[in-house]
């Protein structure tokens, strides 16, 4: 048996907005079928996995607090892949974010008032847009891959924020624990509802990034600018949009992003910086990007699905003691399928089985031949 | 037993049919062709000609319909059963690997595991008795057109085929090479074997070959003896109507008319590993004018193309002139401001983003030009006014679409140059640069570009036309030069120019045509 | 001497899951396919090799798991971009990411586990030999698979029909399918071939370098791999030099770090990473020569038509 893919005339309308789900309903039959593996009765572990982790209110602040990061990183990774320019590097960029931000409550925490917490988002945004600026010059100076030099970066920015928070920047009063200073009041993401949970602004400030680039990739010439570019560079050139401008534009305002989502998690939910301050959360919103289809408003669903991994692998490690990568192996698979179904979109797909079904034409010539040896 | 084998035909096609989605390729084609015969398959652009013959080759698989190969039915599964059969097939995009040897490029289509050096061996033995010389051990990237013609030619020949599928051979060569090759054909059905000549060209299909099959829209329109036949009634089988005449209104004072668009000395270092350099060109194109650019293919004319439109800067600022203006130093949006225009040779993936809307199109090229019209506060896209005037092109050039706004993928290579060229003309540009106007493109709308070319020239504006096509130079043009290997000659009159001597200049006799070069002097 | 002799075995042992992943790769970008998921497949084969290893108490059944695992990880990318035509970069990439979590998951009761470790050649009159004895005959098996495979896509490449097919299709798909040249399934064997090389590269790190289970031990290892291969220009003999010249820096680092030189530990550890964005900058900035070496059709997508 093969697959055969006939191109379609034009993109699927249907198959765009049907993809996500049906990618999320295979993910349920293949984790079903994991769950099962590991011994599990699949309808136990799903309740426990994606319905209690979000039946009460302060839960729901909970899934928010860890689909902002999600979400904000994502939005910038969507204009970086439209641009078909391949930023693999949020990681660091978040990290970077986070260890700029954390400047002003670190080393100057005599400094307070209500400067402060703009002026740490913004040096936040600052931070990972100089560490995305890195692999964009190698690209546009020297022709050096991107996948390859943002990921390595990736691995210096956890080691410098490692020894930074066990060297120079240790809380001198952290009984040695490697990390700063709690931030003062005054340097930490307000809470929004605090008697209801504990979601900070950080999920607002991804809502908004999501609207706002929402609006610039469909409403606007610079939009249209990176989607040319992004699906064929060599008619974008033609319309004089530059390729390299183009590559600095993704990679900072995807970097200025990550770094945002860096420090709102720093000041927001964890109150300081420690060795590791990121589940992941870089890689994470490869997937979530893909899954809302490369479309901000998307990615806001989908970073709530992405989310939701993340508190069901907790839920399923302290109910039932399975690891809590089955996250991770929940995150891989939809992103997977979101890939094999995207294909559908621009494709039909057809069986062809070996021999026994050759296509009718192939037939009717094979009953053709027959009859005329028979004449 | 071999009078018996005569007369069956070598390949019987019957009721072949192609379907693509919702387009019928093929219908039911029938195909006759003899031992020793040179057949033409006949036909516009996109009538079919290059699915039949995908058929053949086992390239693609048809849909319903039936082939006989000696009398026998066969199925051709892939090209491998084809070469078994006895079936060669020369690409009109050639199906070469320019990181490879002539030699290895050879060996790959061979099954046997002789090894590439008495390949290499045979393969030069056989191209020098056929009057084709080539090199095995050159790398395909550094090769001409022509050289790497060759080298498909070879490659076939070596397979000792019956039948030889060869389509659109001379449309990357000067006239000259192609006398060349058609001593070759002749020579081959002098040894028995046949060949299927797919061309539009009638004036070469009249002149070598022995009958010939007409295609139309996909469906057989009938079989005859081109010998026997006018190019013109030739050319109402192919097209089903009587095509529009391009009408060309002589221009008074040439001379006297403003240079609008001038290039002096203009050089560039080539690009990539097998790119042309260009070395020295010169020209200059006047108000109300027309010239034509002649070449063959890969001899620099992307790279002029690249340099005049601005999609790459020159060194020196002044080499470029439009209206008057230094242009050498400005980004094709800075040319474009000046009153240029530009149509690309290549449709999908240049001239237009393939799988954005038209209207997506129009905007392409028109962002700044047209910025207040198009695009409004902040940078938002007036989306009501790219659909208004989308349409206003899509009518003023009849281009014929599915939908309302479709992808430019969707349409046709006739349609959507239509709309690409109407989209510069809708600015009225006073230069304007177009490299292959009506490649791929069926002869109504070629006929329809053509003219709009030439009424844009007469209403004032200055128009370059970059050409392989020698009839459409001729057709359209004021004077012609001649792009070879980097350089360009001086623009002959179109009344002193002939196909022999523009050929001659094509392959690389003289740059700077000698009796300008006295008077000169 | 001996001192010597020991980091030159650390640096081969170190260099060898380089090697196998980045020939794999290379022989995978050879025919035209970019596979990201090195290191997801290396992590694969890595867990594979211990668990199977661990629970067998043999390290060579181990060895066979590593290369399975590998190969059929693979097989699910191989899928995904040639049958169904999936953007390969985000394919890969996502490769890597369930590698890493499925390797996780699996190896969740290996951790502290003490595992097998393959034995070391031990050639009686051969291996005892002054200098050369240890380190021509005494190295771990892999070793000598790694080298005897670099030498045999060397010449599988470079001298065979079958190698200078499969670089054909490299070059461009869309001439091969019009020759008749079977672009899918040579690109299936490719990536297959790719994905066991990487499996036992990741089982060259859990049953020889450090013969026990923990989570993301390969590293960043399989991106090391992939950026080797651009630093090769697609040429195994780079490939070799350019293992070994990483494996020198990956031991150079931890010796510095075991030294107490005045350094911060972590910058140490940033060396491997920092060289290989040094090193991919170094070999990229001649675009001509970049662009002569690529194998033209690399990363498309490619569907036949019939």
Not at chain 1, 52 to 76: D, N, R, T, Y
Request: hydrophobic share 50%.
């Amino acid at each position: 048996m093969r697959l055969e893919l006939v191109k379609r005339p034009q993109r699927s309308i249907l198959f765009s907005a049907l993809s996500p789900f049906i990618a999320f309903a295979l993910t349920m039959i293949a984790g079903a079928v994991l769950f099962a593996l590991l011994g599990v009765n699949p309808l136990t572990a799903f309740n426990i996995y994606f319905i209690e982790p979000i039946s009460q209110v302060w839960q729901l602040h909970e899934l928010a607090i860890k689909a902002a990061p999600l979400i904000l990183i994502a939005v910038g990774l969507s204009v970086c892949y439209k641009a078909n320019i391949w930023n693999i590097g949020a990681e660091g960029q978040f990290i970077f974010g986070g260890i700029f931000g954390s400047i002003i409550p670190v080393m100057f925490p005599q400094f307070e008032g209500p400067l402060v917490l703009p002026l740490m988002l913004l040096l936040g945004m600052v931070g990972g847009a100089a560490y995305a600026a890195i692999p964009a010059l190698l690209k546009t100076r020297f022709n050096t891959n991107e996948i390859l030099t943002s990921l390595m970066l990736v691995y210096v920015a956890q080691l410098f924020l490692d020894w930074l928070v066990r060297g120079p920047w240790r809380d001198p009063q952290g009984h040695g624990f490697p990390q700063t200073i709690q931030f003062g009041d005054s340097a930490v993401v307000p809470e929004l509802m605090p008697d209801a949970g504990r979601a900070n602004w950080g999920i607002v400030f991804a809502l908004v990034a999501a609207v706002l680039v929402w609006i610039l990739m469909s409403r606007m010439l610079k939009g249209f600018e990176v989607r040319v570019l992004g699906s064929s560079p060599r008619a974008g050139r033609f319309a004089g949009f530059g390729i390299k401008r183009m590559v600095f534009f993704a990679f900072l305002l995807s970097g200025a992003l990550a770094g945002l989502a860096g420090i709102s998690e720093v000041s927001g939910a964890i109150g300081q910086l420690q060795p590791v301050i990121s589940p992941g959360y870089g890689f994470t919103a490869i997937i979530v990007a893909f899954l809302g289809r490369l479309n901000p408003l998307g990615i806001v669903a989908a970073g709530l699905v992405l989310a939701l991994t993340y508190l069901g692998g907790e839920a399923v490690q302290s109910a039932l003691g399975i690891s809590d990568k089955v996250a991770r192996v929940f995150q891989g698979m939809l992103l997977f399928f979101v890939l094999g179904c995207d294909t559908l979109i621009h494709y039909r797909i057809r069986l062809i089985g070996l021999a026994l079904a050759p296509p009718d034409g192939a037939v009717k010539l094979e009953a053709s031949t027959k009859l005329k040896e028979a004449s | 037993m071999s009078a018996d084998q005569d007369a069956t035909n070598l390949l019987e096609v019957r009721g072949l049919t192609k379907i693509f989605g919702t387009l019928t390729a093929c219908d039911h084609v029938d195909l006759n062709i003899a031992r020793g015969e040179i057949h033409a398959l006949l036909g516009e652009n996109g009538a079919g000609k290059s699915t039949l013959v995908k058929m053949l080759f086992g390239s693609l698989e048809p849909n319903s319909g039936e082939i006989f190969w000696n009398g026998k039915a066969v199925r051709i599964t892939s090209p491998g059963v084809a070469k078994k059969l006895g079936i060669g097939m020369v690409f009109q995009h050639f199906s070469l690997f320019e990181a490879l040897t002539a030699a290895e490029n050879i060996a790959l289509s061979l099954d046997d595991g002789s090894p590439i050096g008495s390949i290499a061996a045979k393969a030069r033995a056989l191209s020098y008795s056929y009057g084709l010389p080539l090199d095995p051990d050159s790398l395909v990237g550094d090769l001409s057109v022509g050289e790497r013609q060759r080298i498909e030619i070879i490659r076939c020949l070596l397979q000792t085929p019956q039948l030889i599928i060869l389509d659109e051979p001379t449309s990357v060569l000067t006239p000259q090479e192609a006398d060349k090759l058609f001593e070759t054909l002749e020579r081959l059905r002098a040894e028995g074997k046949s060949i299927l000549y797919i061309s539009h060209r009638l004036e070469e299909v009249k002149r070598i070959c022995d009958r010939a099959t007409v295609l139309r829209h996909g469906k057989v329109v009938g079989h005859c003896n081109p010998r026997e036949e006018t190019a013109a009634s030739l050319a109402r089988m192919m097209v089903g109507s009587e095509v529009q005449a391009v009408v060309r209104a002589p221009v008074a004072g040439i001379d006297a008319a403003k240079p609008l668009l001038e290039i002096r000395n203009l050089s560039r270092k080539p690009a990539t590993p097998f790119s042309i350099p260009l070395r020295n060109i010169s020209l200059t194109v006047r108000a109300g004018e027309v010239i034509g650019i002649a070449g063959v293919a890969g001899n620099g004319q992307g790279e002029f193309f690249e340099s005049v439109s601005g999609e790459v800067l020159q060194q020196d600022a002044a080499s470029v002139r439009i209206r008057g203006k230094v242009a050498g130093g400005l980004t094709i949006t800075g040319r474009r401001l000046l009153g240029a225009a530009f149509v690309p040779e290549e449709r999908l993936g240049h001239g237009a983003a393939p799988r954005m809307k038209l209207s997506e199109n129009l905007l392409l090229s028109r962002h700044a030009t047209d910025g207040k019209a198009f695009v409004g506060m902040g940078g938002m896209v007036k989306s009501g006014a790219i659909q208004t005037a989308a349409q206003r092109i899509i009518k003023a050039m009849d281009v014929r679409k599915s939908a309302p706004d479709p992808e430019a993928a969707a349409l046709s290579g006739g349609n959507l140059q239509k709309f690409i060229v109407g989209r510069e003309l809708d600015r009225a540009p006073s230069v304007m640069v177009v490299n292959q106007p009506t490649w791929g493109v069926d002869a109504g709308a070629a006929a329809r570009i053509r003219q709009a070319l030439i009424e844009l020239s007469r209403s004032g504006s200055a128009v370059l036309v970059i050409s392989q096509d020698l009839d459409e130079l001729f057709e359209i043009s004021d004077a012609i030069a001649v792009m070879h290997n980097g350089e360009l000659s001086r623009p002959m009159p179109i009344a002193e120019a002939t196909f022999e001597k523009i050929g001659l200049l094509m392959g690389g006799a003289e740059p700077g045509h000698a009796e300008h070069g006295l008077e000169i002097a | 001497m001996d001192i010597a002799i020991n980091i030159l075995l650390t640096i081969a042992t170190a260099a060898t899951p380089l090697l196998i992943a980045a020939i794999g790769e290379l022989v995978v970008e050879r025919s035209g396919v970019l596979n990201l998921g090195v290191e997801g497949m290396m992590i694969m084969g890595a867990v594979g090799g211990f668990g199977a290893g661990y629970l067998t108490g043999s390290p060579w059944i181990g060895l066979l798991a590593a290369i399975a695992m590998g190969a059929l990880f693979s097989l699910l990318f191989a899928v995904m971009t040639l049958s169904l035509a999936t953007n390969q970069v985000a394919t890969g990439l996502s490769l890597t990411l369930l590698g890493l979590g499925l390797s996780g998951m699996m190896g969740t009761s290996f951790v502290g586990q003490p595992g097998v470790r393959l034995p070391n050649l031990d050639i009686p009159g051969l291996t005892s030999l002054p200098v050369i004895g240890r380190l021509l005959f005494g190295q771990d098996p892999i070793f000598y698979i790694s080298i005897a495979l670099t030498a045999a896509v060397m010449w599988f490449l470079f001298k065979t029909r079958t190698g200078l097919t499969l670089r054909s299709i490299g070059d461009s798909h869309t001439s091969a399918h019009a020759l008749g040249i079977k672009v899918i399934r040579y690109r299936y064997l490719s990536v297959i071939f790719g994905g066991a090389c990487a499996g036992l590269a990741g089982g060259h790190l859990s049953l020889v370098y450090t013969p026990q289970w923990v989570e993301n031990m390969t590293a960043g290892r399989g991106w090391i791999a992939l950026a080797l291969v651009v630093f090769a220009s697609w040429r195994p003999w780079r490939v070799l030099a350019g293992a070994y010249i990483f494996g020198a820096v990956w031991i150079g680092q931890l010796h510095a770090q075991a030294f107490g030189i005045p350094v911060p530990s972590q910058v140490l550890s940033a060396l491997p990473y920092l060289a290989t964005v040094v090193v991919l900058v170094l070999i990229s900035r001649n675009k001509r020569l970049t662009m002569m070496n690529t194998p033209a059709s690399l990363g498309q997508p490619f569907v036949p038509d019939r």
